[in-house]
């Protein structure tokens, strides 16, 4: 390959805002969500009781909610500044929350598929956020990738693919998606609502399929090679020659429904369609600069 693989970095420096954009569009989805499942929290609470399990599944999803939109309103006043030296974030008021300089970068992890990164020193006792909602995400998560670049070294070959989060929040949303299904099922079925129940039963089984669907580990290792990569997810094994491959790109897709973006690394493939990795198979930042490495090689 050849190239900068960072092509966006290059005039990086300055100081960025929230995008006022992404904050409108969190802020609704959790307003929304909230006095949806707020107002359906309540309502099952004064039909069957504030200790009824549904209620306290309402009101748990409600708290996560409030918190979120907490969360989007404490971050957008923040700015981020980027330099020669370092990187940095003040609040609202100017006020340095956190700094790292260039030459402490030793890891750079993500968090919800890109929507968070985070910086840490050679320590691994400081770090800087950089969420997805600041303007020109790109052309910021550009430029740490290729300061990342400079200390990231490609590990002893065969590396295999793992999430280092196995926990993560989408497996938390659709364990409690799956699980509400299966019991709203069960209970339209003693009902006798039979059509109810099969909706109810249809909702479940999407539940764990996309449940079961982020661990790819279950079908077996997915692994990189000398000369290929193979990608194992539950219903397909992928493998594909190095000498195949002619490029690498890191993209995102945009997710209509919350406003965030989903990142992935896809291999551009001389002789068929391109490949795409997302962050089931681990760190995207990790896995492409770890691609980059190995196609350098």
């Known amino acids: 390959m050849s190239g900068n693989p960072f092509p966006e970095q290059e005039n990086s420096n300055g100081t960025y805002a929230s995008d006022p954009n992404a904050v409108r569009v969190g802020v609704a989805a959790a307003a929304i969500g909230l006095l949806l499942f707020g107002s359906l929290g309540v309502l099952s609470g004064v039909q069957e009781g504030f200790t009824s399990k549904s209620t306290i599944m309402m009101l748990i999803i409600s708290f996560g909610l409030l918190a979120a939109l907490t969360h989007i309103a404490r971050l957008s006043g923040r700015n981020l500044r980027v330099s020669d030296d370092g990187i940095e974030v003040r609040d609202k008021r100017g006020n340095l929350l956190s700094r790292l300089h260039w030459v402490e970068l030793a890891r750079v992890t993500e968090r919800r598929r890109m929507a968070q990164l985070a910086l840490w020193d050679k320590s691994g006792a400081r770090r800087v956020l950089v969420d997805q909602q600041y303007e020109n995400f790109a052309v910021i998560r550009s430029r740490i990738l290729a300061e990342y670049a400079k ?8 590396i295999e693919f793992r999430n280092p989060t196995p926990l993560l929040l989408e497996s938390l949303i659709f364990s409690f998606f799956a699980a509400f299904s299966s019991w709203a099922t069960w209970r339209t079925y003693q009902q006798g609502q039979l059509g109810l129940s099969m909706i109810f039963f249809g909702f479940a089984a999407v539940g764990f399929f996309s449940l079961f669907n982020l661990y790819p580990r279950i079908a077996g290792p997915s692994e990189l090679f000398g000369d290929r990569i ?20 890191l993209a995102d897709v945009a997710n209509p429904h919350g406003g965030t973006k989903f990142s992935l690394v896809i291999l551009k493939l001389s002789d068929g369609k391109p490949v795409r990795i997302t962050s089931k198979f681990g760190s995207i930042p990790e896995i492409y600069l770890t691609l980059q490495a190995w196609l350098a090689q």
């Open 230 to 249: 193979v990608l194992r997810t539950l219903f397909k094994t992928e493998k594909i020659d190095k000498k195949r491959i002619s490029g690498i790109e």
């Open 151 to 158: 200390v990231f070294a490609l590990k002893p070959l065969p």
